[in-house]
């Protein structure tokens, strides 16, 4: 078992990874996933019909989410096209402000999160577990954003609603007793993108305050390489990870395909919309001038490299990043804290960086 000639398992570990995994990421993988087709393999429409069949249980892995004094959800209107969205409002509870010690005139400081699932899937409970645990052991409000979802809402929707979530905030912050001068971004895979768009874009944005640190979390960071079926050529892409770790348990190549493919379309504009910094935060024509970074990578992951290519980016540009590769890790591991030591490990590393970036100390 863990082998890719395994005929009972659908979906087996690869021969090209099963030797470099975590033995723990191997053992949840093989528990939860092994047997069950993934959403990318079946058409869209297949999925939409029975989403849960398609979905890993992330609810069985995923460590208890602490209390915290509220959690309001709150409805931001959003103009492309017009509609609504929802955003979820942690408030810590205030033994918690009291121990964490960030509050400043009554103000505390806030992350606006946005959750993972390629722009296709995941919603408001994908983050709820690491959305209360940050709310709670930082002692920060965060603001968990509901942004439409591709295919019915593709390229560049979910950035503008989120960049529309983002500034309710700044305008709501009187109400939600926000500190303005510490708001920061941040997000899982797709959110990450999304994140990584809104810091540039908030940058150049006179009306807004600086933000104060961006979260990224196996970041998906450059939407150029990923073909719209098939393999990469070796030659033509330049992150290694996407060859390497073609056969990736729950993030394997052929996912991103189904993804992107709903994301950014098939046709000719294809290109264009993936050379776009809302797609693709790392072709941005300047890097220089924006909030810290905090830069978490799976090592078994086809979007690793371009996770580090991007810290490497903002470093260049002068801009303070930190980076962390978790070894023999697979995405999303960092959801399983529940189940696995190196989970653990990073949800108290987002606690460590978060702290210190709200406290001003990030060098």
């Not at 690869?14 to 030797?19: A, F, G, I, K, M």
């Not at 993988?29 to 992330?58: C, G, I, W």
């Not at 408030?91 to 505390?108: C, M, N, Q, S, Y």
């Amino acid at each position: 078992m863990g082998s890719d000639d395994v005929p009972s398992l659908v979906n087996p570990l690869h021969s090209s990874v099963v030797e470099r995994l975590d033995p723990v990421f191997a053992e949840i993988y093989m528990k939860y996933q092994a047997s069950k087709l993934r959403a990318d393999q079946v058409p869209y429409e297949v999925y939409n019909l029975d989403r849960e069949k398609y979905t890993f249980p992330t609810a069985k892995v995923t460590g208890l989410a602490p209390r915290v004094s509220s959690s309001e959800k709150y409805y931001v209107p959003v103009s492309n096209p017009p509609g609504r969205i929802a955003v979820q409002v942690y408030v810590p509870t205030p033994d918690a402000i009291a121990k964490a010690g960030l509050e400043r005139d009554g103000l505390l400081p806030a992350l606006v999160n946005f959750h993972g699932g390629g722009f296709v899937i995941g919603g408001l409970d994908s983050d709820e577990p690491l959305c209360r645990k940050i709310c709670q052991r930082v002692g920060c409000i965060v603001v968990n954003v509901d942004y439409r979802l591709a295919p019915e809402y593709a390229h560049p929707i979910p950035f503008a609603d989120s960049w529309e979530a983002l500034r309710w905030t700044f305008e709501s912050a009187q109400m939600l007793k926000i500190d303005t001068s510490r708001v920061g971004v941040g997000g899982l895979s797709a959110g990450a993108c999304i994140a990584a768009a809104l810091a540039l874009m908030a940058r150049d944005e006179p009306s807004l305050p600086r933000l104060a640190v961006q979260l990224l979390i196996v970041p998906v960071i450059d939407a150029r390489y990923v073909p719209t079926e098939g393999s990469c050529d070796p030659a033509k892409t330049p992150y290694k990870s996407y060859v390497d770790f073609e056969f990736a348990p729950m993030l394997p190549l052929h996912r991103l395909v189904w993804f992107y493919n709903l994301w950014l379309g098939t046709d000719e504009g294809r290109a264009e919309k993936a050379r776009d910094f809302r797609a693709s935060p790392i072709v941005a024509s300047s890097h220089a001038d924006l909030p810290p970074a905090i830069v978490f990578c799976a090592e078994i992951d086809p979007l690793q490299c371009e996770g580090a290519a991007y810290h490497a980016k903002l470093q260049a540009a002068g801009v303070p990043s930190r980076l962390k590769i978790y070894k023999g890790q697979g995405h999303p591991f960092n959801q399983w804290d529940g189940a696995s030591p190196t989970a653990k490990e990073f949800v108290d590393d987002c606690i460590a960086e978060l702290t210190v970036a709200f406290l001003g100390e990030f060098p």
